[in-house]
C-alpha cells in the first residue's frame, strides 16, 4: 500500500538514529532495525540497532549530565517541560499520525494519548518548584529533624509498544523534574513515537545527555550491563510480568531502587443494581481503549445473574458495530493487534474458551486480509477453566461469567495473582465500599472504565508491580529522602 505524502512527511520527519549526550548519531556498528506498519506489515522506517558500546555511552552522558542537571534551578527545569508541553500541544496531529503508523490504533486514540502522555509534562513542570523537605522538633524537645528531598540520579527507563509516548512520559517527566537524567530504551516495535519526543526535549532546551535515547533489536543484552552498573542508580519499567521477574532478579546484583508497571487482568464487577447502560459504556472504554492492548484494559466480566444476559446482549450489540480497519483512515474505532505473535495469543485464548463452552456473541475469529486485525469478540457462558480468565488477553475480547453474591464476586475478582486494576458497577456506595476495600489491586474505577489520569497514582499490587506513576507519588519514585539529626534548639522545659 502506497504512503500518503502526511505518511512520509511524519516519518521522515523523524531522526532514526540514536540520541546521546545532546547528538544523534548512527550504532556504531552501523546496524538498523526496521519499524512495521501493523495494519499492512510493510516496513515504514529503519532506526539505528544500538550495541552495548552505544549503551554505555548513553549511561556515561547521563551520568556526567546529572552533576550539573541536578543543580539547575527548578524553575529552569520547569520551564523546560513547559516548552516541551507547549510544542508536542501544537504537533498533536503529526505525532498522532505517526504514533498510529508504527502502534496501529485509530488516529482519534492516538491523539488521546498524546494528551493524556503530555499532561505528565505539564502536571511535574509545575511540581518541579514544589519539592519540600521537613523541619520538625525532635519528640524529645532536644535537637531538631531536617529531611532533604534530592534528585536520587541517572535513571534507566524501558518501556513498552502498547503506549508509545504515554508510557515515556509517565517517567520522563517526574525524573527530569526532579533533576535526574535517564536513558530511555523505547519497544522494538514503537520507537519513533519516542525519537519525536527526544527532538521536542531537545528543541525545548533540555541540555545533551539529560535524556539519552537507544532504540534496539536485543533488549536482554544490551540492558543487563546497564542495570547491573553502578553509574545507574534507578530503574523504572513498563512491561510483562515475566520480564519485570528478569529485571528485578538482575537489579539486585547492585540492590538497584526500581519501580515495575506490570502485567493486569482486571475484573469488571457489575452488581444487579448498577445502572446498566452506564456499565456498558463502562465496559466498552474499559475493554476497547487501545483495541484492548492496555495494563488496564478490563480482562474479564464479573455480572450478578439477574442481569448477565441484558448485559452480555448490550454489550455483544455496541462491540459487534465498532468499525475495525486501518487507524489512518476516517471513521476506524479499532485498529490492528501489533503483530502476528499477539493475534495467535489471542486466537489461542479465544478458541480454548470456546472449545470449553463459551458461547460467541460476536466475533470470535482474524480478520482476513493484510495487517494483524482480529474481529472484535464477546464470549458468554464462560467456563472457570478457560484459561483468557486466568491470562493478560491483550486484545478485544471480552469473556462474561456470572456470580450470584457479592462474596462470590469479590472472591472472582481476587483469583488471579495480578493486582493493578479492578472496576466496579454498582449505586449502592455502601456496598462499593465494601467491595473496593476487599479488593486488591492498585486501583480501581468505580462507576468509571478509565482510571489513567496524570494527577492520581497509577500503579498495581501482587505480581502488577510496585511503584506508582504520576501525582505527588510519581515525583517521590526519583528523590532520596536525607535525614539530618540537628543538635541545635533549647532544651526542653522540664514539667
Ligand atoms: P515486554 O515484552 O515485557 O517488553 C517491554 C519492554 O521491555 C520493551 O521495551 C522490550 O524490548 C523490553 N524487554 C524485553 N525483554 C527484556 C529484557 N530481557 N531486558 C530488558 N528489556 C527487555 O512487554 P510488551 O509486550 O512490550 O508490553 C505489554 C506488557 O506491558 C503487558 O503485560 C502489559 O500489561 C504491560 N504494561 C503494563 C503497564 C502498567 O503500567 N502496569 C502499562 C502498559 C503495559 P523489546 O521491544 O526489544 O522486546
Keep these: ?87 508536542i500541544n501544537e504537533r498533536t496531529d503529526e505525532l498522532a499520525l505517526l504514533m498510529t503508523l508504527e502502534m496501529g490504533k485509530p ?97 525545548a532546551g533540555l541540555p545533551g545527555g539529560v535524556l539519552n535515547v537507544l532504540t534496539a533489536s536485543s533488549s536482554g543484552s544490551l540492558m543487563q550491563p546497564l542495570i547491573e552498573d553502578e553509574r545507574t542508580r534507578k530503574m523504572s519499567f513498563t512491561g510483562s510480568t515475566p520480564v519485570g521477574k528478569t529485571l528485578i532478579k538482575q537489579s539486585s546484583e547492585q540492590v538497584l531502587k526500581v519501580s515495575m508497571e506490570l502485567g493486569g487482568n482486571a475484573p469488571f464487577l457489575v452488581f444487579e443494581d448498577a445502572d446498566l447502560d452506564a456499565a456498558v459504556e463502562g465496559a466498552l472504554l474499559a475493554k476497547m481503549r487501545n483495541g484492548g492492548e492496555a495494563c488496564t484494559s478490563a480482562n474479564r466480566f464479573h455480572v450478578h445473574e439477574s442481569v448477565a444476559e441484558a448485559f452480555a446482549e448490550k454489550l455483544a450489540a455496541k462491540i459487534g458495530a465498532l468499525k475495525v480497519g486501518r487507524g489512518t483512515e476516517d471513521g476506524i474505532q479499532v485498529g490492528p493487534l501489533i503483530d502476528e505473535a499477539q493475534r495467535s495469543k489471542v486466537a489461542e485464548l479465544v478458541d480454548d474458551a470456546v472449545g470449553k463452552g463459551a ?31 486466568k491470562e493478560e488477553i491483550f486484545g478485544p475480547v471480552a469473556p462474561i461469567t456470572t456470580f450470584a453474591t457479592d462474596a462470590e464476586a469479590i472472591a472472582q475478582a481476587n483469583d488471579t495473582e495480578y493486582g493493578l486494576v479492578s472496576y466496579v458497577f454498582t449505586q449502592d456506595v455502601n456496598r462499593a465500599f465494601e467491595v473496593i476495600e476487599a479488593l486488591e489491586t492498585g486501583m480501581i474505577g468505580f462507576n468509571q472504565g478509565m482510571v489513567s489520569n496524570a494527577g492520581a497514582p497509577f500503579g498495581g499490587v501482587k505480581q502488577s508491580g510496585f511503584g506508582r506513576e504520576g501525582g505527588p507519588e510519581g515525583m517521590d519514585e526519583y528523590l532520596e529522602t536525607k535525614y539530618v539529626a540537628m543538635n541545635v534548639g533549647l532544651p526542653p522545659t522540664a514539667l
Design 107 to 203: 488516529v482519534s486514540e492516538s491523539k488521546a494519548e498524546i494528551t493524556y502522555a503530555n499532561n505528565f509534562f505539564r502536571w511535574y513542570s509545575e511540581e518541579a518548584v514544589r519539592i519540600n523537605g521537613r523541619f520538625t522538633i525532635n519528640e524529645t524537645g532536644k535537637g531538631r529533624v531536617l529531611t532533604l528531598k534530592q534528585p536520587i540520579g541517572p535513571c534507566l527507563f524501558i518501556t513498552p509498544w502498547n503506549f508509545p509516548l504515554a508510557m515515556g512520559t509517565r517517567k520522563i517527566g517526574p525524573a527530569l523534574a526532579a533533576g535526574c537524567t535517564c536513558v530511555v530504551k523505547p519497544a522494538k516495535q514503537t520507537p519513533l513515537s519516542m525519537l519525536a519526543l527526544a527532538q521536542i526535549l531537545e528543541e
Design 359 to 389: 458461547r460467541v456473541l460476536t466475533g470470535g475469529s482474524r480478520v482476513d486480509g493484510a495487517g494483524y486485525f482480529y474481529a472484535p469478540t464477546v464470549l458468554a457462558d464462560v467456563p472457570d477453566d478457560a484459561d483468557l480468565l
Design 1 to 87: 500500500m502506497a504512503a500518503t505524502a502526511d505518511e512520509t512527511r511524519v516519518v521522515e520527519g523523524v531522526k532514526t538514529q540514536l540520541f546521546i549526550a545532546g547528538e544523534w548519531r548512527d550504532a556504531s556498528s552501523g546496524e538498523t532495525l526496521d519499524v512495521e506498519d501493523p495494519a499492512t506489515g510493510e516496513t515504514i522506517a529503519t532506526v539505528a540497532d544500538a550495541t552495548n558500546a552505544d549503551a554505555d555511552a548513553a549511561l556515561q552522558a547521563a551520568t556526567d549530565a546529572f552533576a550539573t542537571w541536578r543543580n539547575v534551578a527548578p524553575r529552569d527545569r520547569a520551564d523546560i517541560l513547559r516548552r516541551a508541553y507547549d510544542l
